[in-house]
């Protein structure tokens, strides 16, 4: 393998055909010259790209380099500071003061707690498609709608709501939007989730919004963070469901495998999300100049961390671009490291052992209904990858 600098000129804007579960192959040229490369941001500023496991951890745990939104060095005007309770794009203090009050309610206790509910919630969905089908699009009839209900329920969103509160979510997700629309959907979640903080506060219910109520957090502060939490938990989850049974279907020997033991379910589940990674990558500021793979990354230099290349690195992961459900856990970066690991972790887990085994044991000739190179995919520009839609059909 050569270990000179290579440069990556720009974002790749789509995967190669036949290969929608691989990062896209400038990524993985990339990762082949070495774990670090020279990048270009869209907006011309010069910037890093590193695509190695070990690398990528290693900033992730670094507090040298900075996630506040308005530190990016990516455009050739100022960014604003991230809106207030928007902590993904903060640093310490201010991250700690929005994420603390919620880190005991999304504990591994907790979550597996909910298992009951999200087992109901899964088989109502799997009713409604078996009296609708024998076809469906799984994206909006199976794997949007669960982490939809979940969410909602957590956070507690009147029923009535959820629909078009999942539809202004992913309006501003989907990477397609224009930028009017984009506003558009943005402003009135935005505007929803005030009048709804309002709600928790003069009638607090059994719910992770109205507790955080008591906390000391302002409704502006409360309006971000449910933001978070309600965006976060929809469209991740959402995407992996739907992706990680395009990617089991079309990877049969590991699908039978998962079907004659169904015991595989958490060790797929673990599989699915280093090998799909479908939230691609994150950004990170250098604060002052820092090495990084024997390079210096200059004070107020943007790195791309690549998740997806870290995920099928070969000096971390055996044969890593193959989906292998006995492969043991081996720590994949899919929910990202340090203190920004993603809060609703366990969450996910829970909703994919629950839907994907449920899905495949109540469906068990569960296949597609069109050619798997016909299948729409979402395109790089989103933050999430994932498929448009996910037709399926089964024996009746």
């Known amino acids: 393998m ?3 600098l290579h440069t990556v000129g720009t974002l790749p804007a789509e995967r190669r055909p036949g290969c929608p579960f691989d990062p896209p192959a400038e990524l993985i040229e990339a990762r082949e010259h070495g774990p670090i490369s020279r990048y270009t941001h869209p907006g011309g500023k010069p910037g890093w790209m590193i695509t ?13 380099f900075s996630s506040r939104k308005e530190l990016l060095n990516v455009v050739d005007f100022e960014l604003p500071p991230a809106p207030p309770g928007e902590f993904l794009l903060m640093d310490e203090p201010q991250h700690g003061r929005y994420r603390k009050p919620l880190v005991g309610r999304f504990t591994a206790r907790r979550m597996r707690l909910l298992t009951e509910r999200i087992e109901q919630i899964t088989a109502d969905r799997l009713d409604a498609m078996e009296a609708a089908g024998p076809s469906a699009d799984l994206v909006t009839a199976f794997a949007k709608p669960i ?20 539809e202004q979510i992913d309006t501003f997700m989907n990477g397609e939007t224009s930028d009017e629309d984009l506003m558009a959907a943005y402003t009135a979640t935005q505007e929803y989730l005030e009048r709804l903080v309002a709600a928790k506060r003069a009638h607090p219910t059994d ?4 507790e955080l109520t008591d906390s000391d957090l302002t409704d502006e502060e409360l ?5 978070i939490l309600l965006a976060a938990g929809f469209d991740t989850t959402a995407n992996m469901l739907s992706l990680g049974v395009f990617a089991l279907l079309r990877n049969p020997g590991q699908l039978d495998a ?28 250098a604060l002052e100049d820092v090495e990084v793979g024997g390079h210096t990354i200059e004070a107020g230099t943007t790195v791309v961390l690549s998740y997806h290349t870290a995920n099928r690195d070969p000096e ?7 989906l292998d459900l006995h492969r043991k856990p081996a720590g994949h970066l899919a929910f990202g490291h340090g203190i920004h690991l993603c809060l609703g972790a366990q969450l996910a887990r829970v909703e994919m052992r629950v839907a994907l085994a449920a899905l495949f044991r109540r469906f068990p000739t569960l296949r597609l209904a069109v050619p798997a190179e016909d299948v729409a995919l979402r395109p790089e520009t989103a933050d999430i990858y994932g498929v448009k839609s996910l037709p399926v059909t089964w024996d009746a």
Not at 147 to 152: G, K, Q
Not at 259 to 272: I, K
Not at 316 to 322: E, L, M, N
């Open 207 to 210: 719910d992770v919004l109205s």
């Open 52 to 64: 190695g496991y070990d690398l990528v951890r290693s900033v992730l745990a670094d507090p040298r």
């Open 258 to 285: 998962l079907r004659a033991d169904p015991t595989l379910v958490d060790q797929a589940v673990e599989e699915l999300l280093r090998y799909l990674s479908v939230a691609k990558s994150f950004m990170r500021t």
């Open 2 to 4: 050569s270990e000179s």
């Open 223 to 227: 309006k971000g963070v449910s933001l």
């Open 316 to 322: 971390r992961f055996a044969d890593p671009h193959a």
């Open 147 to 166: 982490p939809t209900m979940v969410i909602c329920e957590l956070l507690g969103v009147p029923y009535e709501d959820r629909d078009s509160f999942q």
